[in-house]
């Protein structure tokens, strides 16, 4: 167990739904990323949030956005789902520079 | 945008063997980090490189980062079956609480028994 808490582990739904992916990070890390894996792109960096804050933004879609909470947790808002949106979706905390922590994932297949 | 290349993609090996991995990239990192992802768990932090021409040992793997920080080698001795899984590096942009990190695509080790 990492500590970096990811719910749920596999979703699946149609094209065009919304989902909520969440994540709870490790106790004390302030900082949450959010990163989007496939197969031909690798991870790519989505959004970060420092303490409440977007501090971040990487290749996220206008369909998606996230917040976090004051409790630091955080979520991923996908909507208008299609069938490219289908990957592993991964958060990640940190506290300073020593490295990513990161949750088991959620597979999302779009069908 | 900072780019990090990983060679070879995808690596098949015999247990015992040798192994050298390479991550390179045009942009010079204020550290570079190494990750192991196995199927079904995400990517695992090996180990952070700070200094140009540094070296660092964790049991069988030896980590080097190039001179100008630009560039990282990942050497396995004797390999292993639990060595196997995705292996990423990954170029760190730190500047107070904006630490993001930059992936590479991974390379993809087996090792047989």
């Known amino acids: 167990d990492s500590g970096v808490t990811q719910t749920p582990k596999h979703l699946i739904t149609a094209t065009g739904q919304r989902v909520t992916l969440r994540c709870s990070p490790r106790?004390?890390?302030?900082?949450v990323y959010w990163y989007q894996q496939s197969l031909d792109q690798g991870l790519q960096f989505l959004i970060q949030?420092?303490?409440?804050?977007?501090?971040a933004k990487g290749n996220i879609l206008e369909r998606f956005s996230a917040q976090q909470f004051p409790d630091l947790h955080s979520e991923l808002n996908l909507s208008s789902l299609e069938l490219g949106d289908s990957a592993l979706y991964f958060c990640?905390?940190?506290?300073?520079?020593?490295?990513?922590?990161f949750g088991s994932g959620t597979r999302l297949t779009v069908v | 945008t900072q780019l990090l290349e990983q060679s070879p993609q995808f690596l098949s090996i015999q247990e015992g063997e040798n192994l050298t991995v390479y991550c390179n990239s045009s942009?010079?990192?204020?550290?570079l980090q190494w990750y192991r992802q196995e199927p079904g768990e995400g990517p695992v932090l090996l180990v952070t490189?700070?200094?140009?021409?540094e070296v660092k040992k964790l049991k069988r793997l030896t980590f080097q980062f190039g001179d100008a920080r630009k560039d990282s080698s990942l050497h396995i001795t004797a390999a292993q079956p639990g060595d196997t899984g995705l292996y990423l590096c990954?170029?760190?942009?730190?500047?107070?609480?904006?630490?993001?990190?930059?992936f590479g695509k991974g390379t993809l080790l087996t090792v047989n028994p």
């Open positions: 942009s010079v990192f204020s550290s």
């Open positions: 490189v700070v200094t140009g021409g």
């Open positions: 106790s004390g890390d302030l900082s």
């Open positions: 990954a170029g760190v942009d730190s500047g107070g609480s904006n630490y993001k990190l930059t």
């Open positions: 990640a905390s940190s506290v300073g520079t020593d490295g990513y922590t």
């Open positions: 949030y420092y303490n409440g804050e977007e501090r």
